[in-house]
């Protein structure tokens, strides 16, 4: 039987390295790119069969959830494993709602990854179940985490804003418009209640997005 085609994509080389170490365990996954760039990926993803896309949320110039559409939209077969350093419980369950195939924390023993990859490729899922509750209808039941307004597009932006990035720095990393990050800034301060950056990085602490 062919392996199955894997892409890494993750912003630390020592990473991207260390997962492809560890997936070798297994003759039935062969790593064909490993990147921290999503032109990249997408461009090897429109030419070549990937089964499955290993993606950190948090890649730099990239929004993770906008990313995955852009996989699905190309080749839907394909399957998006999120890996994150940050919130589990928040992302967790907004990477089920985007349509991701699984989630893994970064935090976790290394092995989970390979355990996620294992269920993927066999027809399942892999999210943590401590994280959420899951019912009828792959609906997640609300929490302190995910129980946000913004929009996921927005929680990317909210990140940089509360990291020190500029809105002009910001609409460089993400390819849009100064207009548009204002834009959302505005809808970010409006949706939270927040007035000041202080504000806004006491709320990425208290859910753990910094």
């Known amino acids: 039987m ?3 085609s894997v892409i890494i994509m993750d912003e630390h ?41 290993i993606l950190d949320i948090e890649l730099p110039g990239s929004d993770g959830f ?14 998006v494993l999120f890996l994150s350093s940050k919130s589990e419980s928040f992302y967790a369950c907004r990477a089920i709602r985007a349509g991701a195939n699984g989630f893994v924390s970064k935090r976790k023993d290394l092995c989970d990854i390979f355990k996620a990859v294992e269920m993927l490729l ?19 039941r609300s929490n302190k985490f995910n129980d946000t307004p ?17 809105n002009k720095e910001i609409a460089a990393q993400l390819l849009l418009s100064n207009k548009t990050i204002s834009a959302h800034k505005s809808n970010i301060f409006t949706k939270l209640g927040v007035h000041t950056i202080v504000e806004l990085i006491d709320y990425a602490k208290a859910h753990e997005l910094l």
């Open 122 to 140: 066999s027809g399942y899922s892999f999210f943590p179940s401590d994280s959420m509750n899951i019912f009828g209808g792959g609906n997640v």
């Open 150 to 166: 913004l929009s996921n597009r927005e929680i990317t932006v909210l990140r940089y804003l509360a990291n020190g990035l500029s």
């Open 66 to 79: 906008s990313l995955l559409k852009r996989i699905k939209n190309i080749s839907e077969k394909t399957k």
């Open 2 to 4: 062919k392996p199955a």
């Open 13 to 53: 080389p020592i990473v991207r390295m260390s997962i492809e170490i560890l997936l070798q365990k297994s003759t039935q996954v062969k790593v064909v790119l490993k990147s921290d760039n999503s032109n990249e990926v997408l461009e090897y993803i429109r030419n070549n069969t990937v089964d499955m896309v």
